[in-house]
């Protein structure tokens, strides 16, 4: 399977031992960095470029690495058709595929350690989305009407 893959400074040494895991086991990865660490590169950065990657079609699912995972998460999540998921256990990285269609699989860095991350790679890109199950069907079209609503601007969320 052809992937991305990026990190800013904090996630950048677990980012290059899962591209070379997973490209031991013959899969294309693109890396969109970072190339270094760098600790004056910001995570919103990266998990953009990866997002706008998908959305190109440069590949059809990502990972993303940072220290906790929560950042890339976020930020990657604004992007609209990405749908990303911090999963710190492999039942999470290969059911948010499933169910919910998932093309981003987001880890911590400083949570988990790289065995594990493997571990989360690969389910990540074993699993293919159900989407021919009613129930799986109904609940992602829910979820892109969501999207599709606040970005047409008829969301209903006021600022607290």
Known sequence: MKLLISSDHAGFPLK????ANLVAAG???VDLGAYEVEPEDDYPDFAEKLGEAIKAGVARRGILICGSGVGVCVASNKIPGIRAGMCHDTYSAHQGVEHDDMNVLVVGARII???LAYELAHVFVGATFQGQEARFQRRFK??????ARYLSGGGSA???
């Open 16 to 19: 290059e031992d899962v591209r």
């Open 113 to 115: 350690g790289a065995s």
């Open 142 to 147: 829910k979820v892109l009407a969501i999207e």
């Open 27 to 29: 899969h294309e990865v």
């Open 158 to 160: 006021k600022p607290a």
